[in-house]
């Protein structure tokens, strides 16, 4: 039985940002069982931006326009505009008071389609969109290119202290068993950014300023990496 570390002040001070970034694979289904859920509170809208994705949304469809208006940067003629140029990078949803359409059926949620054409072709984006109380955490969702990055496999041949990094990979699995970080958020992916620069032989203190994470984490995940060795 492994030893309670507790992570939540660590987690909870690494997580307070204004933007939320989502790995490719996670947003097309194909790297988790449930589509990323998006919730509208009052007063708030929520951006999804395929910028760093590289890609180009061609078609949007939000299955219940009941509850949430869309828009974006671009022109797209479903939204029944007339376009010299389809495309648009950025989609933009706002929470409305709900509209009572006989159409359709009463409902708090919808499903929110994106078509997207990158140098990889074309994929589909899902999202479950839902109505919220609570004030938001982050007001842009970022679709990123998918991280591949293999913990058994990785060699840090370029760092002098192999043991405290393979300890930290050890502790980062022990964070995922427990649902500690939700694979989904985006300190997930800044902790998998900073592991990808160490693997190119970055050191530590320079990985982790630049994918944003604070050498307290990576401390507390190198002491939990270690209960588990023991």
């Not at 940002?17 to 996670?26: A, D, E, R, T, W």
């Not at 990158?118 to 969702?141: C, I, W």
């Not at 990123?144 to 293999?150: F, R």
Request: aromatic content about 4%; proline content about 5%.
């Amino acid at each position: 039985m492994l030893p309670l570390i507790n992570l939540s002040p660590v987690i909870a001070s690494e997580t307070k940002q204004s933007v939320k970034q989502i790995p490719q694979g996670i947003a097309t289904g194909h790297n988790s069982q449930n589509i990323p859920k998006i919730e509208l509170s009052p007063g708030y809208g929520v951006n999804i931006s395929f910028i760093k994705s590289g890609e180009i949304v061609e078609k949007v469809w939000l299955d219940n326009p009941a509850i949430a208006t869309l828009d974006v940067d671009g022109c797209l003629s479903a939204q029944g505009r007339e376009c010299n140029q389809e495309g648009a990078t950025v989609i933009h949803l706002r929470r409305i008071k709900p509209l009572k359409i006989t159409q359709l059926p009463n409902s708090s949620t919808s499903l929110l389609t994106a078509i997207a054409k990158g140098k990889s072709g074309r994929k589909v984006y899902l999202f479950q969109v839902a109505m919220g109380d609570e004030t938001p955490n982050y007001h842009t969702l970022e679709i990123i290119p998918d991280i591949k990055i293999n913990p058994e496999t990785t060699q840090f041949s370029n760092i002098k202290n192999n043991q405290e990094l393979q300890q930290i990979i050890k502790g980062l699995k022990i964070v995922n068993t427990r649902e500690l970080i939700n694979r989904e958020s985006r300190l997930w992916s800044r902790i998998e950014n900073f592991l990808i620069k160490i693997r190119m032989g970055e050191s530590v203190n320079s990985a982790a300023r630049k994918s944003g994470i604070s050498i307290r984490l990576v401390n507390r995940l190198i002491e939990l990496g270690s209960k588990y060795n023991s």
